[in-house]
C-alpha cells in the first residue's frame, strides 16, 4: 500500500483527436484514419484535412459530421465545398 505524499497528474499533452470513419454495407461504423491536432486552429485543420484528401486521391466525402468547432466547420466547407456538413448534437 502506497502511503507516500499524492502526486498530482498533469497531462502536458493537450491535444485534439480527429477521427476519421464511415459506414461499410454492413452498415457498421469502420474507423479509417485519425489526427491529433495541437490547437483547433484553421492552419491546423486545412493541414489535416488537406493530407486526407490526398490520402484519399481526392476523393470528397459526401457528409461530412463535425461539433460546433468555428474553425473546423469553416475549412470544412473550404476544403469539402460539396460535402453535406451536419452538426452532432
Known amino acids: 500500500m502506497y502511503r507516500g505524499k499524492p502526486r498530482r497528474i498533469i ?8 477521427l476519421f470513419s464511415e459506414s461499410n454495407n454492413h452498415k457498421q461504423t469502420i474507423i479509417f484514419g ?9 492552419p491546423s485543420y486545412t493541414w489535416m484535412l488537406q493530407n ?4 484519399m486521391c481526392n476523393k470528397i466525402p459526401s457528409a461530412v459530421l463535425t461539433d460546433e468547432n468555428d ?3 469553416a475549412v470544412v466547407q473550404r476544403i469539402f465545398p460539396r460535402a453535406r456538413h451536419q ?3
Request: hydrophobic residues 60%.
Open 11 to 18: 497531462n502536458s499533452y493537450i491535444t485534439s483527436l480527429v
Open 34 to 42: 485519425f489526427g491529433l491536432v495541437l490547437d483547433e486552429s484553421i
Open 52 to 55: 486526407l484528401l490526398q490520402v
Open 71 to 73: 474553425a473546423m466547420i
Open 87 to 89: 452538426l452532432c448534437a
